[in-house]
């Protein structure tokens, strides 16, 4: 590969965006200027603001003269740092994805972030903060392309852009009101506690000018302010969530570019991400408790690179209907989850989740009850989570379809997971004290990229039926 030996610096205007980042970090200064404010000095106060927004502006000028990055034969290496220098190359080859986020203020100036991903990590490999839109779009081209020097010369060269999903104002705000927060119910109720005793409200005064008893006055005013109380935090919750759904996923627009699928999303933050269709390692559909039961879905892949998901998933449909899902998945290779060929997992999981859910609760019960015995009132509750775990073993089912594991899990919520036997890294079979006495495993499924909870894991099946199961996954198709 002929070298293209590109070296440059991030954009100037990087400088200003680090003074305003790092000025409200500055306790002692704002300290000593909130003081010089309180006491009249006015010059003083300027004075403080003046060396403080100099000195901000000279460490942030060297760190951005000291930072470069350099697209050479097969790699780009990045330089930086002030008193301690470092200097690391990523191979083109380990470079799983180049996504550009552009926060509030470098929209207003025409800045975006560029963030290159590997799946070594957790974290971004790289990131270079700020660079013009163009310089965005021609690194992102380069480092797909291998860094060749017809990509740096020409810049950019997209395929054919397709627009497989999108999600209109109307439906943005849908899946914000399903967002509710019981957050705001208590946040709300603790701030009604503290007003009250900051206005020193006092009941006698309700009473002479009602002209009525003390006890009638709290009678006739406690349940109506209870009910309005109620009232605004259901309302406060609901717009808490139209307002953060806003914030991620106004103008959500997916779009298929050759052998990847580009999303660009967020009111003040927008970002554009790029997942490469190669990459996909699984797909997952989720159903909410309350949106799931109008029909709605949200689906997921989990890629090699970095994501938005602390699971290593990108979120390619938030809030989708049935058809568009299957359409989605259809973009990708995948097949329609079809939940008729499953098989439910082994009866001892409803004992083991019976033992937990219920016999655990049911020891503090009986303890709690040794102290206070109102607590014995408790035992109602207990056959809840009893009933539920009946329901858990129906609603947990899996299968292979074809070249594909298929797992579904959930009784309120529900997960779907689609694993391509291909892309099954590991296979292992567990088995903890409880279920050895029921003589039931786990089936746990490795793939590539994954991380955290929510894996397509079987739980609960016979010991016979778990080893079948790893067996017929590590063979390929």
């Known amino acids: 590969m002929v070298s293209v030996a590109d070296t440059r610096r991030l ?17 002692p200064g704002l300290i ?55 200097r690391r190359s990523i191979p083109f080859d380990r470079i799983q994805d180049v996504s550009i986020e552009q926060k509030p203020l470098a929209r207003l100036f025409g800045l975006a972030r560029v963030k290159v991903e590997t799946g070594g990590g957790e974290a971004d490999e790289a990131s270079l903060d700020s660079v013009t839109l163009a310089e965005a779009a021609r690194l ?8 060749t020097p017809a990509a740096a010369a020409t810049g950019p060269v997209e395929p054919k852009r397709v627009t497989v999903f999108a999600m209109p104002i109307g439906r943005v705000l ?14 709300l109720f603790a ?19 009602a002209g009525i008893a003390r006890e009638q006055a709290i009678g006739l005013v406690t349940p109506i302010f209870a009910a309005l109380a109620f009232v605004v935090a259901l309302l ?56 799931g039961r109008f029909g709605w879905s949200s689906l997921r892949f989990q890629t090699l690179g970095g994501s938005d998901d602390a699971g290593g998933r990108q979120s390619v449909a938030p809030f989708a209907r049935d058809e568009e899902v299957a359409a989605l998945l259809a973009e990708a290779g995948y097949p329609r989850f079809d939940p008729l060929p499953l098989r439910p997992v082994a009866f001892g999981h409803v004992v083991r989740a019976g033992v937990w859910r219920g016999g655990v609760p049911l020891v503090a019960i009986a303890v709690g009850t040794v102290f206070l015995p109102l607590v014995a009132f408790a035992l109602v509750l ?42 099954i890294q590991a296979v292992s079979v567990t088995r903890g004290p409880l279920q050895r006495l029921l003589g039931i495993a786990t089936v746990r499924i490795g793939t590539a990229g994954a991380r955290g909870m929510a894996r397509p894991d079987v739980v609960d099946l016979a010991v016979e039926d778990a080893d079948a199961l790893a067996r017929a996954l590590l063979r390929r198709p």
Do not use: C
């Not at 954009?11 to 409200?24: E, F, K, V």
């Not at 010089?36 to 901000?56: D, P, T, Y």
């Not at 779009?255 to 009111?267: I, K, N, P, Q, T």
């Open 236 to 291: 406060l919750g609901a717009i808490s969530g139209i307002v953060r759904t806003l914030l991620v996923e106004y103008g959500f627009r997916l779009e298929r570019e050759g052998d990847r699928l580009r999303r660009v999303r967020g009111l003040l933050t927008r970002t554009e991400v790029v997942v490469s269709l190669r990459r996909v390692q699984l797909a997952l559909i989720e159903r909410s408790m309350v949106s």
């Open 382 to 423: 207990v056959p809840i989570p009893v009933a539920l775990a009946l329901i858990a073993r129906r609603r947990h089912r899996y299968a292979i379809v074809g070249n594909h594991l298929q797992v579904m899990r959930g009784v309120l919520a529900k997960q779907a997971w689609i694993v391509p036997l291909a892309r």
């Open 140 to 147: 992102r081209a380069v480092l797909r392309q291998g860094g």
């Open 11 to 27: 954009h100037p205007g990087t400088i200003g965006l680090s003074i305003i980042a790092q000025a409200p970090k500055q306790i």
């Open 32 to 86: 000593a200027l909130f003081a010089a404010f309180s006491r009249g000095r006015v010059e003083i106060a300027a004075a403080i603001l003046g060396v403080g927004i100099v000195l901000l502006g000279v460490f942030a000028w060297a760190r951005w003269r000291q930072f470069s990055y350099t697209i050479d034969a097969g790699e780009l290496t990045i330089a930086e740092g002030l008193l301690h220098r470092s």
């Open 191 to 209: 701030a009604l506690n503290q007003l009250g005793d900051l206005i020193d409200f006092d009941w006698r005064e309700v009473r002479d000018i």
């Open 174 to 187: 849908a899946m914000g009101a399903f967002g509710f927060s019981l957050v705001w119910v208590g946040v």
